[in-house]
């Protein structure tokens, strides 16, 4: 029997599937430059708040939707490492102990998601712009949050995700899709009152998302040198969000937790939030984890299809005009107990763990879901409806969907 042929034909098929693998994985980016045709520096001026939210959402849902997702929850992290941030924390005791942690990590989560997650002239879009501008607004009437701590929070928001992607992603983001992040998170900006003077081109105007990214980095970093220094309560507010991250991880794995999360930081960062740096063999270890998933997805994987979407609440409103988060990282605030939430695998691993299910202890978890209007510590909740009336019809007036910069 000649084995030559089914031979070769295996041998040509494992040469050729990661060139066919590789083609499926940049067709997505081909769509999109197809679709948006900026095709020179120039012509991305042009892009538009509709159009910038419809690129990220690609970014976010189908591409790198795992690493933009960390690159967030980071982003919040990274926050801490300044003190008149984490000091405020401490003191408004949402992070005091573990039960308002939790809790304040799932709104801050619900209210960022529903912002990227809805086009930006919705009611949803709306909505979680003008209940975290009031969230805000008193403590920065009161100059306690500082308008360049703002600014530096909503920094990270748009740059982390293109710094993750760059560093452990198949591929860097397109000037297009850079310039849809800068796009998206500058018209974020203009609806929470952030203002821009702080940078060079903040009175005059920017010419389009990308140069808003690029100054926002030169700014941020400047800021960092000046503002990130060690601190105890840095500390502190790092532990607590440290043990959200960690919570759906069993206890003997939380040193390797740890030295991930230590991982993950830079060595300005470590040492506002005193933390020790990895080990050598953990900074090996975690390095080539991440290349090997690098080349995994740009060679191996197809990519994530359409209906697989990754979408973290539902679309949809109950017959109470509540809306759910369908997935859990921490404690299930906000989901739903249905039945595959209460015996499905996640739920099971949760058990397993000792951790609570949706719909465990009552209304705890608010089993019920959520009313964006109402996201954010206990004590405001039912309160703020006339201010968020007032804030939703001001950006009927300038939040329209079209470009944030003209």
Not at 41 to 63: C, G, H, N, P
Not at 244 to 252: D, Q
Request: proline share 7%; glycine share 6%; charged share 25%.
């Amino acid at each position: 029997m000649d084995y030559a042929t089914p031979l070769g034909c295996t041998v040509g098929l494992l040469l050729a599937y990661p060139i066919v693998t590789t083609s499926l994985r940049f067709r997505r980016l081909r769509k999109l430059h197809k679709r948006y045709p900026y095709r020179t520096r120039e012509s991305l001026a042009q892009m538009t708040d509709e159009e910038a939210f419809q690129i990220q959402k690609a970014v976010a849902q189908l591409e790198f939707p795992f690493m933009f997702i960390k690159a967030l929850q980071f982003a919040l992290f990274r926050t801490y490492g300044i003190p008149t941030i984490s000091h405020l924390l401490t003191k408004t005791s949402q992070f005091s102990h573990p039960e308002t942690s939790l809790k304040r990590y799932t709104d801050t989560s619900a209210l960022v998601q529903e912002m990227v997650g809805n086009p930006p002239t919705s009611q949803r879009a709306y909505i979680s712009l003008a209940r975290t501008r009031f969230l805000h607004s008193g403590y920065r009437a009161s100059g306690k949050i500082l308008d360049s701590d703002m600014l530096y929070t909503l920094a990270l928001f748009a740059l982390q995700p293109i710094r993750f992607i760059a560093m452990f992603e198949w591929r860097e983001l397109s000037d297009l899709e850079r310039c849809a992040i800068g796009t998206f998170w500058k018209s974020v900006g203009d609806g929470l009152g952030i203002s821009y003077d702080a940078l060079p081109s903040g009175k005059t105007g920017f010419r389009d998302g990308i140069q808003w990214l690029e100054e926002l980095g030169v700014w941020s970093d400047a800021y960092e040198v000046k503002a990130m220094v060690p601190d105890p309560k840095n500390r502190e507010t790092a532990d607590q969000t440290t043990a959200v991250l960690l919570y759906m991880l069993p206890k003997p794995l939380h040193p390797v937790g740890l030295q991930f999360v230590s991982f993950m930081m830079d060595d300005r960062l470590r040492k506002a939030m005193l933390y020790d740096p990895p080990s050598p063999i953990s900074t090996l270890v975690f390095s080539s984890l991440l290349t090997i998933r690098k080349v995994f997805l740009r060679y191996l994987s197809p990519p994530r299809p359409d209906f697989l979407r990754y979408s973290s609440f539902t679309e949809k409103a109950d017959e109470n005009d509540r809306f759910f988060l369908t997935q859990w990282e921490a404690a299930p605030y906000y989901v739903k107990p249905t039945f595959w939430n209460r015996w499905g695998p996640v739920a099971w691993l949760t058990w397993m763990l000792g951790r609570p299910l949706p719909g465990d202890e009552g209304d705890k978890y608010y089993p019920q879901g959520y009313h964006i209007r109402d996201i954010g510590p206990k004590y405001f909740e039912g309160k703020g409806g006339k201010a968020l009336e007032e804030m939703m019809e001001e950006f009927k007036g300038y939040r329209t969907g079209k470009c944030p910069f003209h």
